[in-house]
């Protein structure tokens, strides 16, 4: 059984939080946050971007010191106090990937002109197609509902029963496309 949390939490205070590792094929419209690596859109590594609501952005404090994220340093009492500056700019330490940023764009762009859509409709293809070359497979047990499968696009899988090496090795050549 399944424990829904998310009611609970959100009646706490809490957010929804998502990393997308695909964000084509995920949606992201129920989240408060959403995490995301460009590499794994086509886009150059080491780019990658958080989306925050502005509700949310308003409850976090910034982590780390530097690169233009401060306001203002006064010293009262013996300690440092740093006002950081206001809505995403606090949350900006060093130095921008200018040049990543723009590689990050033009894989976004790239892939708004192909369509969120028809990329979707071919993950689930490449995944019907796995789904029907594993059922094939005698010894091989796919884990999960095919419908939730043909929704993402891994597909777990394990032997039907305990396999000695030989047999272990002769499943893995099989599998091998």
Same mark, same amino acid.
């Given at each position: 059984?399944?424990?829904?949390?998310?009611?609970?939490?959100?009646?706490?205070?809490?957010?929804?939080?998502?990393?997308?590792?695909?964000?084509?094929?995920?949606?992201?419209?129920?989240?408060?946050?959403?995490?995301?690596?460009?590499?794994?859109?086509?886009?150059?590594?080491?780019?990658?971007?958080?989306?925050?609501?502005?509700?949310?952005?308003?409850?976090?404090?910034?982590?780390?010191?530097?690169?233009?994220?401060?306001?203002?340093?006064?010293?009262?009492?013996?300690?440092?106090?740093?006002?950081?500056?206001?809505?995403?700019?606090?949350?900006?330490?060093?130095?921008?990937?200018?040049?990543?940023?723009?590689?990050?764009?033009?894989?976004?762009?790239?892939?708004?002109?192909?369509?969120?859509?028809?990329?979707?409709?071919?993950?689930?293809?490449?995944?019907?197609?796995?789904?029907?070359?594993?059922?094939?497979? @005698?010894?091989?047990?796919?884990?999960?509902?095919?419908?939730?499968?043909?929704?993402?696009?891994?597909?777990?899988?394990?032997?039907?029963?305990?396999?000695?090496?030989?047999?272990?090795? @002769?499943?893995?050549?099989?599998?091998?496309?």
């Amino acid at each position: 059984m399944a424990l829904n949390f998310l009611p609970v939490a959100l009646r706490a205070g809490g957010a929804v939080w998502q990393n997308a590792q695909g964000l084509p094929v995920c949606c992201a419209n129920v989240a408060d946050a959403c995490a995301f690596s460009g590499h794994k859109l086509g886009a150059p590594y080491c780019t990658g971007a958080l989306y925050v609501k502005r509700e949310l952005l308003g409850r976090l404090r910034p982590w780390r010191v530097g690169g233009g994220t401060v306001e203002d340093v006064t010293l009262s009492g013996g300690r440092y106090k740093v006002k950081y500056l206001g809505n995403y700019q606090g949350f900006e330490a060093g130095v921008q990937n200018c040049s990543g940023a723009a590689g990050l764009a033009a894989a976004l762009d790239r892939l708004e002109k192909c369509g969120f859509a028809n990329i979707r409709a071919h993950v689930s293809g490449l995944v019907d197609g796995a789904l029907k070359g594993l059922a094939g497979i @005698k010894g091989v047990r796919v884990l999960g509902a095919r419908e939730d499968l043909l929704e993402g696009s891994l597909i777990s899988m394990m032997p039907e029963k305990a396999l000695n090496s030989i047999q272990r090795a @002769k499943t893995s050549r099989s599998l091998k496309m």
